[in-house]
């Protein structure tokens, strides 16, 4: 398929765990973003990748959080030692920048569930 | 401050209403605006971009204030279908970088 794909779908883990999130993304674009959704919730950002340029790890909520994207394609989103208020939903988006037509196209996201 | 803020809502507006959403923005250097559509458990999916001239798509209006640093979006004769939460986004095109508000919820009710 073309779009952002990310896997898993669901995610349960318990406490103290660690976890891996993976997103493919549209091939060619050089953006990736993570986003993470509470229940009810808007969108956390938590790191964006732009093709070689280090990443803006400034929304990681604690260093249990990482996330690498290997040779400008998929990412993986790391959590160490998981927790219960790590429950959301994470989003993956990409985009290519076209200016004033840049659209980031998300994934369906994995829910991650913490017991 | 955050950089891209909205009230939350939620909206609650009959069907055939006029809703108008705002969404005021910090970095004066954001060059690019545009309004996402996320309805509930989906993921979030663009509804329109935001030129500095104004544009509007069907019902759907969206300006920007670039003096005031906000942008808007006017939805005419509110269907049932636009129950959904709007994300505002910019960009600053330097850093390529797309922030999304945290989103207004609208409610449409019979």
């Known amino acids: 398929g073309a779009g952002v794909s990310q896997s898993p779908s669901n995610k349960v883990t318990e406490k103290g765990k660690d976890v891996e999130l993976r997103c493919d993304p549209i091939?060619?674009?050089?953006?990736l973003y993570w986003y993470r959704q509470s229940l009810g919730q808007g969108l956390e950002f938590l790191i964006y990748?732009?093709?070689?340029?280090?990443?803006?790890k400034s929304g990681l909520p604690s260093d249990r959080f990482s996330a690498e994207r290997t040779g400008g394609s998929v990412s993986t989103l790391t959590i160490q030692r998981t927790q219960q208020e790590d429950s959301a939903v994470y989003l993956c988006?990409?985009?290519?920048?076209?200016?004033?037509?840049?659209?980031?196209?998300f994934g369906q996201g994995t829910r991650l569930t913490v017991v | 401050r955050k950089e891209v803020e909205q009230d939350p809502g939620p909206f609650n507006v009959p069907e055939g209403a006029t809703v108008a959403f705002n969404c005021t923005y910090s970095?004066?250097?954001?060059?690019?605006f545009f309004w996402y559509r996320q309805d509930c458990r989906k993921e979030p999916k663009l509804l329109m971009s935001?030129?500095?001239s104004g544009n509007e798509d069907g019902r759907f209006t969206a300006q920007l204030n670039r003096a005031s640093q906000y942008i808007s979006l006017l939805i005419r004769d509110s269907k049932l279908s636009d129950s959904a939460t709007y994300l505002c986004?910019?960009?600053?095109?330097?850093?390529?970088?797309?922030?999304f508000g945290t989103g207004t919820r609208l409610l449409v009710s019979p």
């Open positions: 988006a990409s985009s290519s920048f076209r200016g004033h037509d840049t659209e980031a196209f």
């Open positions: 091939s060619g674009h050089t953006a």
């Open positions: 990748f732009q093709g070689n340029s280090a990443p803006d």
């Open positions: 970095n004066s250097a954001s060059q690019s």
């Open positions: 935001v030129y500095s």
């Open positions: 986004v910019v960009m600053n095109t330097g850093f390529q970088k797309l922030v």
